[in-house]
């Protein structure tokens, strides 16, 4: 193989990855601004980069090039054939309308195909500067470079998910700069490499890179340290929707409040105080509207059912819910009033039954629990209607009983509830059973679950939740990634978990209990909000029934616990350490603590701290800028206590000592004892000596002499040298 | 290091001779390994003469002066075929060129045929009388002087002409002090008569050989071509160097790094010997000489005001 052979096939690779890299540019772009027709710009990309492989002559490689773009232009704005009269008549109008548009600075007159036309312009010189960098100047670190911060920032600051690209890109630029430092041996080489070497250099080179990446990619990694920044970005981008029941699709901010869309959840939710209604009602309520069973990975559907079992009640009757109501105190009755109308009830726990002066029906779905109002067949809301209930109480023993071996004999009317995306990641369900494996009743297990959030540095936060895209789990991303979010992700986390490890659950979602805004009769009046819309959990066990969990941090909701076992045997439940009696927080107090970690809160943060701070910032800045002005006036009398530890550091090597040499020249310049530019260096270390009195600059001189004009390198005794040039650097900062 | 003792050696015995002239010797014997000649120009009686004849004495060279007159032709120089009547043949006599050491006493008093003969000769080493071609015996080298106070009767060398010398040097007045020192060795004897070679003319062949293995390095090469280059865009010169001078200022400098005892050339090496060589290279525009500035000021101004490259080139 000759030189030149050898150095073809080095071309060959490096000219491969760069195309790669060059693709891992524009798929972003053409992702972010939903161009399409990535493969078109690869294909030129391709062409391109195989001329300057090929060395093609430019009056070759430029008409092909020009044919190709008007080619891709032709065939993504129009239907003509591209040989045809009409064709020319297009470019040819395309180019004389836009670029009088151009000349006219009129913008907005530019159209696509030109657009096109000058990215693909953009291309080409992009193309260009590439084959620069690799034939001249053997060097492609900037670009690499660039392209890390750039699919980074893109990665951070965008919804363009920059995982696998990461990966391509650091692996493909550091095979790029290995073959150009190949290259660059082959070139400064007089003869030809040996083959041996060659392959020996590229071959570790590529096992290097492909075991560390295969290494890299199968470590575990640590989860972001810093949210992500998307939804406060896309939040604050002046497209943001302001529909008022958006859990709509994710990306633009949506306002809380309840919606009937929960498919896709995640995203930043802005607070919305309207009220939805009032209730006047003796004990702190959560309000509950629907269940929901089927988990998609991105959200919640209701499995779809053929006859909906739907029961009819009139005002007054009694309601049957699957969460009967409890027995041991009095019914008590709450009065709502709607301020929003919805043609559904607000449901406490243990209704009984409802009552308004409306004329209407009741009709409570099976599936998903809703408990709709009618009239005849049409749905109704109701503005005032008075619910009775009776919280129900669940006796700790019973819970307590409630064993796996229980769940055996459940009816396949459960399956629904036990229902889990095949897609789940697994270590979703490992997961779970590490959580529950010291618990033994069911109830336990729940309970640890409820607990797993509070305890596991998960925090709360209604700005900073990302939307799972791609092949993402909405749950897996949440447990294992960002750590952070709203009702919806421990909600729906929470009944994950429980079903993996076989308990039925199911999604909640309602209002919670609202702030108490003044009293009546003695009795507090709730005003429930927009803010208060809110989703947790319900779980059942065996031989108890349907029991709700609050796993959202800064939540909770009691549930009426009869403590009737043994006090010896309950080392957790004492009611000192059950949750729910920490002290109860209205389901609106979000956790300082747990929320200033969001990014919003730092911007804002810091952005307060300079508006009130700006004096002090001035003068900061003012006295840094002259502290540095002084210290670079002055640098000769501190710049040797770096220059000398930073020399110390490095080996003694010809290449130190030429950099010490010339620090050293720089040092004697500010230091006052120029060299005029015709002055040689022999010379001028005679004058320099003459003002010390000694003989080291001569010495440092003749050794620099010797390598650099005799190419003599051998035998130099670099100790002594580094001593003669710490002599003189410490007199020069004397 | 053996090369530099034996170029010491030589020095030393010049030295012997001629007092308070150590540059001037050195500048020769730099002239002699570079394969140079050397044009002197100084008024009679400063010991140019003394100083060719002791370097011929210490290279134990064959000695052959030449004292050009305006009626000296050019067979007086090169030599000439005499009809030899008992041989029936024509029969050649070699004229002074012929020598290892030639000194062409007061050039510029010849006529420019007679000056050309010479300067061919130096220039190829070899001489052509009536067609057949004789080389001139190795190590060959020529020391011209010219008077520069009389120009009545003269023909100034062409620059074409001048162009084959090596160097231009002046030897100048001695130093009082060293001038003494001369009356002194001259009072008794005569110093030149005692001199001993102290290097063969097979040992000087082999330090001219070695003289071009001396390094010069990329950096001095572009140093040596900015240097030429600056003389031919001066706005004092009317005529800068030629690439000949280039080459002789390389020459020249790989000599006098060898006399220094280093096989590499530096930028001092260049800087010193650059007069010497382009000095005699250039010509000034008449606007230099109303100002009162000489070639030599020119020139030291070209070298002040040339960076001197201190760092490697970095090769692309």
Redesign the interface.
């Known amino acids: 193989m000759t030189k030149k052979t050898q150095q073809t096939i080095v071309s060959i690779f490096i000219y491969l990855f760069v195309f790669i890299l060059m693709m891992e540019w524009l798929k972003p772009v053409i992702d972010l601004t939903d161009t399409g027709f990535l493969a078109l710009f690869g294909w030129f990309l391709m062409i391109s980069f195989a001329f300057y492989l090929l060395k093609l002559k430019w009056v070759y490689a430029f008409p092909v090039k020009v044919v190709y773009i008007c080619w891709v232009i032709v065939h993504i704005y129009t239907d003509l054939s591209f040989l045809s009269l009409e064709t020319f008549k297009f470019i040819w109008g395309m180019f004389v309308e836009n670029i009088v548009s151009l000349l006219t600075q009129d913008w907005v007159q530019v159209t696509n195909p030109f657009r096109t036309f000058l990215f693909f312009i953009l291309l080409w010189m992009t193309t260009y500067l590439l084959n620069y960098w690799i034939r ?1 100047r053997k060097n492609l670190m900037v670009f690499f470079l660039f392209t890390v911060i750039f699919i980074t920032i893109l990665d951070t600051f965008s919804p363009y998910s920059g995982e696998k690209s990461i990966v391509i890109v650091l692996t493909s630029g550091f095979i790029i700069l290995g073959l150009l430092y190949t290259q660059k041996i082959m070139h ?1 080489q007089e003869g030809k490499l040996p083959g041996a070497f060659l392959v020996a250099c590229i071959g570790s080179l590529l096992s290097i890179v492909v075991l560390s990446s295969a290494i890299a990619y199968a470590l575990p990694k640590a989860g972001p340290s810093w949210p992500d920044p998307v939804p406060f970005l896309l939040s604050t981008s002046p497209n943001a929707s302001n529909g008022d029941d958006g859990r709509g699709l994710g990306g633009a901010m949506q306002k809380v409040g309840y919606g009937e869309n929960d498919e896709r959840l995640g995203g930043a939710f802005a607070d919305d105080d309207t009220p939805v209604f009032y209730a006047t009602t003796p004990t702190k309520q959560y309000w509950k509207i629907e269940t929901k069973d089927t988990y998609t990975s991105k959200g919640w559907v209701n499995s779809p059912t053929e006859s909906p079992i739907i029961t009819i009640y009139k005002l007054g009757e009694p309601i049957k819910s699957d969460i009967a109501p409890g027995t041991e105190d009095e019914s008590l009755v709450a009065k709502i009033l709607m301020s929003r109308s919805y043609p559904f009830i607000m449901q406490p726990y243990g209704i009984e039954q409802v009552d308004s002066e409306q004329p209407v029906t009741l009709s409570l779905n099976e599936r998903n629990q809703k408990l709709n109002t009618f009239n005849g067949a049409d749905e109704t809301p109701v503005g005032a209607y008075n619910v009775t209930y009776n919280e129900p109480t669940y006796s700790l023993k019973a819970l307590r009983e409630t064993v796996p071996t229980n769940l055996e004999g459940l009816p396949s009317e459960f399956d629904r509830y036990l229902q889990l995306p095949k897609t789940l990641p697994t270590r979703v369900k490992d997961l779970a059973t590490s959580i529950t494996s010291d618990s033994d009743s069911l109830y336990d297990k729940a309970k640890a679950i409820e607990r797993y959030f509070r305890l596991n540095g998960f925090s709360y936060n209604q700005d900073m939740v990302a939307v799972p895209d791609g092949d993402t789990d909405y749950v897996d991303q949440f447990l294992f990634d960002t750590k952070v979010g709203y009702c919806d992700n421990f909600s729906t986390s929470m009944v994950v978990l429980l079903r993996s490890e076989g308990i039925p659950a199911r999604w909640v979602k309602g209002f919670a209990s609202g702030e108490v805004i003044e009293r009546q009769n003695g009795l507090p009046v709730y005003e429930v909000t927009n803010n208060n819309a809110h989703s947790w959990v319900e779980a059942y066990f065996p031989n108890v029934g349907w029991m709700t969990f609050e796993p959202t941090i800064g939540f909770s909701n009691a549930v009426n616990l009869n403590y009737d076992i043994d006090t010896e045997a309950d080392e957790l439940e004492t009611p000192e350490n059950t949750p729910e009696e920490t002290p109860k927080k209205t389901p609106s107090d979000k956790e300082e603590k747990e929320v200033s970690k969001s990014f919003t809160e730092i911007m804002s943060t810091i952005a307060k701290w300079i508006s009130d701070n700006k004096a002090l910032i001035f003068w900061t800045i003012v006295g840094l800028a002259l502290l540095s002005m002084f210290a670079y006036r002055h640098r000769r009398k501190w710049l040797s206590k770096i220059l000398i530890p930073v020399n110390r550091m490095r080996k003694n090597d010809w290449d130190t000592f ?1 950099k010490m040499y ?1 620090q050293l ?1 720089k040092q004697l310049d500010s230091y006052g004892i120029k060299r ?8 001028y270390a005679k004058y320099v000596d003459a003002n010390f009195g000694e003989t080291h600059m001569r010495k440092l001189t003749a050794v620099y ?2 390598g ?5 390198r051998d035998g130099i005794n670099y100790e002594v040298l580094r001593e003669s040039w710490e002599n003189l650097i410490n007199q020069l900062s004397g | 290091m053996r090369e530099r003792a034996q170029i010491a050696a030589i020095i030393e015995n010049i030295e012997k001779v001629m007092i308070g002239k150590k540059n001037i010797a050195e500048l020769a014997v730099v002239a002699l390994l570079a394969q140079g000649h050397v044009l002197l120009e100084d008024v009679p009686g400063v010991g140019k003469t003394m100083m060719v004849r002791a370097l011929a004495k210490s290279i134990g060279a064959d000695f052959k002066r030449i004292q050009f007159t305006p009626d000296l032709l050019p067979s007086d120089v090169l030599g000439v075929s005499i009809y030899n009547p008992k041989e029936m043949e024509f029969e050649f006599r070699p004229g002074p060129i012929m020598g290892n050491i030639v000194l062409a006493d007061e050039i510029n008093r010849t006529s420019p045929k007679t000056q050309s003969a010479l300067l061919e000769g130096m220039e190829e080493a070899s001489v052509t009388i009536d067609g057949v071609t004789m080389p001139i015996p190795k190590p060959f080298f020529v020391m011209a002087t010219q008077n520069p106070i009389e120009h009545e009767g003269t023909y100034p060398l062409p620059e074409a002409q001048l162009d084959r010398f090596l160097l231009k040097l002046k030897m100048g007045y001695p130093h009082p002090s060293e001038e003494i020192e001369v009356l002194n060795r001259l009072e008794h004897a005569s110093p030149i008569d005692t001199l001993m070679p102290v290097i063969s003319l097979e040992e000087l062949i082999e330090l001219q050989r070695q003289v071009k293995l001396v390094k010069v390095d990329e950096t001095m090469k572009s140093y040596i071509v900015d240097l030429s280059n600056r003389t031919r865009q001066d706005t004092y010169i009317y005529l800068g160097v030629s690439p000949r001078a280039s080459i002789a200022l390389m020459r020249a400098s790989q000599g006098l790094a060898m006399l220094y005892g280093r096989n590499y050339v530096t930028p001092d090496d260049i800087q010193y010997l650059m007069p010497f060589v382009f000095g005699h290279r250039i010509i000034l525009r008449p606007e230099a000489r109303y100002d009162g500035i000489s070639s030599e000021e020119v020139l030291n101004r070209i070298v002040k005001r040339t960076p001197v490259p201190i760092k490697r080139k970095i090769s692309q």
């Open positions: 001249i400064e030429e010339h020249l005029e530019q015709g002055q040689t260096l022999s010379a002499e010797k650099l004009y005799g190419n003599n």
